[in-house]
């Protein structure tokens, strides 16, 4: 699509298609469930291949500029909204992704599954976790998308609980409640949103209060936690690394590689309909998500770094690859009407990290699969077990770490490019311009760690020298199942030839999103597309981090074996600060608040002395000199006794031991609260 050409749109029933089949499909499977449960996984696996067929059709129509549109003609309030399906070339992009990566997650599932117990209830949960994201993915206006958007996470309660363990209880409590949370945080964005913009589109009319309103900081705040709880920005990421070792591998596939994806997309569109804000407002926002985003980064890094288990390691590096990407958006905001490299390269990222992330989460999988574990120091040695599937792990880990000719080394050179751009923008501006150089920095940081814990998964489970110990666990092993090699092997070709055909993908995927946001410069656009990445000027950049990770993890190595004495240690297991877990501040604040009104009881014991005392001398004082006054102040004295008293036990008997189990019913709260508002918004348009 040409940087002139303008948008068309036309009616089609696909959309709707491409969302009722995996919802119907879910349907099917609930019917048969364990009757015939080869039919069951061939109808799933159906419904996912004819799903990426339609979506193919309206991709490409998408991104030729077509925009398919289909009124479903429900919920609809007025003429302020009606829940419409409408395909714009970002929608159609991320569409794409998503239901490539579940037929590739549902052919890992057909042999991961075949061991697995309420294998009925995973298929249905899939399904309709699909039907949910395209639909996130296929609406333009923030109250269809928070619709869809509580679908897909009540519906990914299923997978992460899948395996009904006390961690996996524990974790899927912990994900819904941070989901109902953020749900509710992002209906209140959406209801100030409307209030002051007087639409729900994506793109509000430029007249309208919202772009000059006060309201605009609280709206975009309360919408930005609310996505940002998927894409697990922190503080707001707790849930994912307690979520991601416990679901199914085809699950965490799919959370890594699109769910979280789903939280991204709304921020972007979230910031793409406050792009209208004066250079110095949209250039602090900018600034505000490039420090949320590099923190985040930092932070996933870190602790990806010390951990003992593959899949959780994989959880943590993807809160820290999402910080990547939504630096990209903070770049886009802060250049403005520059900052075309900033969306390309945070979209560019998104595509990488859903093929390399799912990838590696499938091999984690087979390797569970075949070793029965996924606990680093437990293995060793596999290249040698699992041949293919080093292979395949190898690929992916090199797209992870940003090694030239894979797909992570054209995005994260797009990163540094916006982040350099951001700085030349800042120079005249000394607060902005070293913050950004520190943000150069720590991006380098970031990647040099990201290659240290890469280097350490692929030598601990891979290529190390088998132990006594390891030896053992390991003898039995082989390759896992061809289903499951052959999903994993699908995307690792992804991650090459995202890597070695950038230019392609810029031309044909990223650069007519791009196009689709009004408000960027033609000629930033249309340089994308001049991209010279494979150069020595973005070569050179991966040095010095590579140099860093593979120079910090041979010197801890040899320090590990001068310093061991024989004992097993993991020596990158390094021990935190138990101040600094945002799981023992949430803990805190919430133990603080039942605490709180517990001690109500007591507040409400000493009000009512106070209460009965006061009123005595006021009695006292009133009808002293006078019998008949003084009888019926006495009267109305003990009246007044016996109802504060009655009122007195009525709170504490009844209310304040249901505090108590105020843990337990927090979660169904907040639901209802969800529903109720979103009921009150409803009728408050009709």
Not at 154 to 181: C, G, Q, W
Request: glycine share 8%.
């Amino acid at each position: 699509m040409s940087t002139d050409q303008i948008a068309t749109t036309s009616v089609s029933v696909l959309p709707l298609l491409a969302i009722m089949i995996p919802a119907f499909s879910a349907a099917l499977i609930f019917a048969i469930g364990t009757r015939d449960e080869k039919l069951r996984d061939t109808i799933a696996l159906l419904a996912a291949v004819v799903t990426l067929g339609i979506v193919l059709v309206i991709g490409i129509s998408g991104l030729r500029g077509d925009i398919l549109v289909y009124d479903l003609n429900i919920l609809r309030m007025a003429d302020v909204f009606s829940l419409t399906l409408a395909v714009d070339p970002m929608g159609a992009l991320f569409a794409m992704i998503a239901a490539l990566l579940w037929v590739v997650a549902t052919v890992h599932s057909h042999a991961y599954m075949s061991h697995e117990h309420k294998r009925t209830r995973y298929y249905v949960a899939l399904m309709v976790t699909e039907a949910a994201i395209l639909g996130v993915f296929m609406v333009q206006d923030f109250f269809s998308l928070f619709v869809f958007f509580e679908i897909m996470g009540l519906a990914a309660y299923f997978l992460v609980v899948h395996s009904e363990a006390d961690e996996a209880r524990r974790a899927a409590t912990k994900y819904l409640y941070m989901a109902i949370a953020g749900g509710l945080s992002l209906l209140m964005g959406v209801l100030l949103y409307l209030s002051h913009s007087g639409t729900l589109c994506f793109s509000p009319y430029v007249e309208t209060p919202l772009l000059a309103g006060p309201i605009q900081s609280a709206s975009l705040a309360f919408m930005i936690a609310g996505f940002g709880v998927k894409a697990g920005i922190v503080p707001l990421h707790t849930w994912l690394p307690d979520a991601h070792p416990v679901a199914p591998s085809p699950a965490s596939a799919l959370l890594s590689g699109i769910m979280i994806k789903a939280g991204a997309y709304g921020i972007i569109r979230t910031l793409a309909s406050f792009f209208y804000l004066p250079p110095p407002s949209i250039q602090s926002l900018g600034l505000t998500i490039i420090t949320i985003a590099i923190v985040t980064a930092f932070i996933g890094m870190i602790l990806a770094v010390r951990q003992l288990d593959m899949k959780r390691t994989l959880a943590y590096s993807s809160i820290s690859q999402m910080g990547l990407l939504i630096l990209g958006v903070g770049c886009l905001a802060y250049l403005g009407e520059e900052g075309a490299i900033g969306l390309g390269a945070s979209l560019y990222h998104i595509t990488s990290h859903a093929f390399f992330k799912a990838c590696l989460f499938m091999i984690a999988g087979s390797v569970l699969y075949s070793a029965h574990t996924t606990h680093m120091p437990s293995l060793s040695g596999l290249w040698r077990k699992m041949p293919v599937t080093t292979l395949i792990w190898c690929v992916a880990v090199f797209g992870l770490m940003g090694i030239p000719l894979f797909n992570g080394f054209v995005s994260k050179s797009m990163l540094h490019h916006a982040i350099v751009d951001a700085q030349y923008l800042a120079a005249g501006v000394a607060s902005h311009a070293a913050w950004l150089q520190a943000v150069e920095l720590l991006f380098t940081v970031i990647a040099a760690g990201t290659i240290l814990y890469c280097l350490k998964m692929t030598y601990y489970v891979f290529f190390r020298t088998d132990s006594d110990e390891t030896a053992q666990n390991t003898d039995s092993i082989r390759e896992a199942p061809i289903w499951m090699t052959g999903a994993a092997g699908a995307l690792a070709v992804g991650v090459l030839l995202l890597g070695l055909a950038p230019g392609l993908a810029l031309q044909y995927l990223i650069v007519p999103v791009t196009q689709a946001l009004s408000g960027l410069d033609p000629h930033a656009i249309a340089q994308l597309c001049e991209l010279e990445l494979y150069t020595w000027y973005y070569i050179k950049d991966v040095l010095m981090p590579l140099a860093l990770g593979i120079g910090v993890f041979s010197a801890i190595m040899v320090w590990s074996r001068v310093n061991s004495k024989g004992r097993a240690h993991d020596p990158f297991h390094y021990p935190l600060p138990h101040w600094l877990s945002v799981d023992r501040l949430y803990s805190r604040s919430a133990c603080a608040f039942i605490h709180t009104c517990c001690r109500t009881e007591e507040f409400f014991n000493r009000s009512r002395q106070a209460y009965l005392q006061g009123m005595e001398s006021f009695a006292h004082l009133c009808f002293s000199r006078d019998g008949i006054f003084v009888s019926k102040g006495h009267v109305l004295l003990n009246a007044i006794r016996s109802e504060a008293i009655s009122a007195y036990r009525i709170i504490r008997y009844k209310p304040l031991p249901a505090i108590d189990e105020l843990g337990d019913d927090v979660a169904l709260g907040a639901l209802f609260i969800a529903a109720f508002l979103a009921l009150l918004l409803m009728l408050a348009i009709i």
